[in-house]
C-alpha cells in the first residue's frame, strides 16, 4: 500500500484546511487509515482514525472541529480541519493497516504512511 499525503499549507488561526491522502495497491476492505501528526521536538500523535465498517475516532483536541472522510472511488482519504489553531501546527501523515484493534491510536500500530505535509497555524 502506498500513501500521498497533500494540502498542507501556512493558514492564520480560525481558517481551515483540507489535507488528501491517496491510497494505492489496497488489496482488501479490512482496512484502517488514520490521520497522525508530529510538531516539532514532540512525539507522533493520533489525529483521527477510521475504521473499516465506517466507525471514526478523533483526538480529544480535535474532536468537533476536524472531520475525517474517504472517497472509496477515488482512493482518497481526507482531514478537513476547521477552526485551526497555533498548536496544530505540525507535519501531518496519513497512515494505515489491515485489521484493527484497540491499539488503533499508537503510531506503531500502524503499517503504512505517508510522507507527510507541513501544516503551520500563525496566530
Known amino acids: 500500500v502506498q500513501l500521498q499525503a497533500s494540502g498542507g499549507g501556512l493558514v492564520q488561526a480560525g481558517d481551515s484546511l483540507r489535507l488528501s491522502c491517496s491510497v494505492a495497491?489496497?488489496?482488501?476492505?479490512?482496512?484502517?487509515a488514520a490521520w497522525f501528526r508530529q510538531a516539532p521536538d514532540k512525539e507522533r500523535e493520533f489525529v483521527a482514525a477510521r475504521r473499516s465498517n465506517g466507525a471514526l475516532y478523533y483526538a480529544d483536541s480535535v474532536r468537533e472541529r476536524f472531520i475525517f472522510s474517504r472517497d472509496n472511488a477515488k482512493n482518497m482519504v481526507y482531514l478537513q480541519m476547521n477552526s485551526l489553531r497555533p498548536e496544530d501546527t505540525a507535519v501531518y501523515y496519513c497512515?494505515?493497516?489491515?485489521?484493527?484493534?484497540?491499539?488503533?491510536?499508537?503510531?506503531?500500530?500502524?503499517?503504512?504512511w505517508g510522507q507527510g505535509t507541513q501544516v503551520t497555524v500563525s496566530s
Open positions: 495497491g489496497r488489496a482488501s476492505n479490512d482496512y484502517a
Open positions: 497512515a494505515g493497516r489491515y485489521g484493527w484493534n484497540v491499539q488503533y491510536t499508537a503510531a506503531n500500530w500502524y503499517t503504512y
